[in-house]
C-alpha cells in the first residue's frame, strides 16, 4: 500500500527566503507525481506534475524534482512572497488505472 | 478556474440524516473521482466514476454511493451520516481513465460537510 509522507508539516519564513518542501514515499513504482496548492477551506490547484521518466518539472519560481529510485520529491519555491501562503499537497499515481494518494500536505506561511 | 464546480459549498446535517453533494464537470471530461479531506489530511479517495459506471473504490462503505450522468454532473449520496463524515468533499475530473501521459486532474473547490 502507498503511503506519502511530507516533512515538514508546517513551515514559516520571512518573504524573500528560498525554500523546499519534501515529499516521500514508500512505493517507487510510480506512474506520476503531482503537487497541489491548497488555500483555506478550498480545492486543489494542481502546480507542477512529474511523469515517472521525468527527473523535474519547472513553472515560474517553482521547481519540482523526482527521484524514484530513492522514493522522494521536493518543491522548491525560490523567492517566496506572501502570496505563495497555502498548504501544499503531494500526491502519486501508482498506475494510469488507479488514483491519487496524497500527503498529509505541509502548510506554508510567508510574512512580509 | 478549473471548470470543475461543486454545489453546494456548505452544509449542515444531523447525525442518522442522508446528503447528496453534486459536481459538475469540464465537457469532455468522461472521470470523475471523488475525495474526502478530513481537517489537517490529505485527501483520502472515495471511489471513481468513468462513463457513469463505477471504475474503482477506496476503502469507504457502502453507505457512500455515486452517479454519473452523461451532461458531465456526478453525485456522492451519503446515507446514514455519522459525526466522522464531517469533512471536505472535493471532485476532481480528467478527460482519460488512465491518466495519459501529462494529463493532470482538475479539482473542484469542494463541499464543507458538518455533521452535528
Known amino acids: 500500500k502507498q503511503e506519502v509522507t511530507q516533512i515538514p508539516a508546517a513551515l514559516s519564513v520571512p518573504e524573500g527566503e528560498n525554500l523546499v518542501l519534501n515529499c516521500s514515499f514508500t512505493?517507487?513504482?510510480?506512474?506520476?507525481l503531482q503537487w497541489f496548492r491548497q488555500d483555506p477551506g478550498k480545492g486543489l490547484t494542481s502546480l507542477l506534475l512529474i511523469q515517472s521518466s521525468q527527473r523535474e518539472q519547472t513553472s515560474g519560481r517553482l521547481n519540482a524534482s523526482l527521484d524514484k529510485s530513492s522514493g522522494r520529491s521536493t518543491l522548491y519555491i525560490a523567492a517566496s512572497q506572501p502570496g505563495d501562503s497555502a498548504t501544499y499537497l503531494c500526491?502519486?499515481?501508482?498506475?494510469?488505472?488507479?488514483?491519487?494518494?496524497f500527503g498529509k500536505g505541509t502548510m506554508l506561511l510567508v510574512s512580509p | 478556474e478549473t471548470g470543475v464546480t461543486q454545489s453546494p459549498t456548505h452544509l449542515i446535517k444531523t447525525r442518522g440524516q442522508q446528503v447528496t453533494l453534486r459536481c459538475s464537470s469540464q465537457?469532455?471530461?468522461?472521470?470523475v473521482s471523488w475525495y474526502q479531506q478530513a481537517l489537517g489530511q490529505g485527501p483520502q479517495f472515495i471511489f471513481q466514476y468513468y462513463r457513469e459506471e463505477e471504475n474503482g473504490r477506496g476503502n469507504f462503505p457502502p453507505r457512500f454511493s455515486g452517479l454519473q450522468f452523461p451532461n458531465y454532473s456526478s453525485e456522492l449520496n451519503v446515507n446514514a451520516l455519522e459525526l466522522d463524515d464531517s469533512a471536505l468533499y472535493l471532485c476532481?475530473?480528467?478527460?482519460?481513465?488512465?491518466?495519459?501521459?501529462?494529463?493532470?486532474?482538475?479539482f473542484g473547490s469542494g463541499t464543507q460537510l458538518s455533521v452535528l
Open positions: 500526491a502519486v499515481r501508482n498506475s494510469g488505472y488507479s488514483t491519487l494518494t
Open positions: 512505493d517507487s513504482a510510480i506512474y506520476n
Open positions: 476532481a475530473s480528467s478527460w482519460s481513465l488512465t491518466g495519459e501521459v501529462g494529463e493532470k486532474l482538475f
Open positions: 465537457s469532455g471530461h468522461n472521470t
